[in-house]
């Protein structure tokens, strides 16, 4: 399965020669990282990717996702795919050290993105839609809303999704009808009904967390009246973490 991954020869031209990574190395905020230190981790990527990705790609193909009660339930080797890439620490590469990442640069972390993908593409959309969610709570959230939602992110214990078309609009989000209505506690109460939500149920993990995009009130007409909200599919989340499976069923 291993002659799927992206050359490796050739993903060091792109990276070093073309793309110039050794510049922005010399760079203040990565001064403690250096070449032989950005090799050791994409070799890292790519034993990851040729050990726990690659051997479940045609799996995760073939055993569909099923809807039990309705839950729904994916082979365990998503699981045990998600577990590789988060204690190795891929999914809060790119993100500063004070809110839990690891201060790598971003081009690092989509070059193993890269090879991730490149051994099995459907793992690779879960954690893709989970760094999205991540750049965005630490660019735009609160403190309280970073402080809450990054480590379980960054720790792979969330995912995340985009809750972005509705049925009525397609590609035409101005038509978006999901209505967020304020509580009066600094939260809001959000109605509608979403579609083509990428990885939106599944049960690997303790939560997944939505970025629905909805209207209040009082809000325009159009894309400029659109807010962007977090919405955990569970209101609460335990302290420990949920057993998980380290097989692939």
């Known amino acids: 399965m291993t002659d799927t ?5 050739e993903l060091g031209f792109q990276l070093f020669d073309l793309l110039r990574l050794d510049e922005l190395l010399r760079q203040r905020r990565f001064a403690e990282h250096d070449r032989p230190t950005i090799e050791t981790v994409i070799d890292t990527a790519y034993d990851i990717a040729a050990e726990r990705l690659a051997p479940y790609a045609q799996v995760m193909d073939v055993d569909e996702r ?5 839950r729904v339930l994916l082979p ?26 690891l201060g790598m640069p971003v081009l690092l972390a989509q070059v193993c993105g890269a ?3 490149s051994a099995n593409v459907a793992f690779q959309s879960y954690v893709m839609l989970t760094q999205g969610v991540s750049n965005l709570i630490a660019s735009f959230a609160s403190a309280p809303q970073q402080r809450r939602f990054l480590p379980p992110l960054h ?12 049925s009525q609009a397609g590609s035409s989000l101005a ?20 579609m083509w939500i990428s990885g939106g149920e599944h049960e690997m993990g303790e939560n997944i967390l939505h970025m629905v995009l909805a209207r209040t009130l009082d809000a ?4 400029k009246g659109l807010s962007l909200f977090a919405v955990p599919h569970r209101r609460s989340t335990p302290e420990a973490r949920s057993a998980r499976p380290t097989a692939c069923r």
């Open 5 to 9: 991954l992206l050359p490796r020869r």
């Open 66 to 70: 099923h809807l039990v009660d309705g």
């Open 76 to 101: 365990n080797c998503a699981r045990t795919a998600v577990d590789s890439d988060a204690a190795a620490g891929f999914i809060a590469m790119p993100f500063e050290r004070g809110q839990g990442g």
């Open 115 to 117: 090879v991730f993908a």
């Open 155 to 166: 720790e792979g214990r969330w995912l995340g999704t985009m809750c972005l078309s509705e």
């Open 175 to 194: 038509d978006i009808r999901t209505l967020a209505t304020p509580r009066g506690d600094g939260r809001y109460k959000i109605r509608g009904s979403k």
């Open 220 to 223: 325009p007409a159009g894309v």
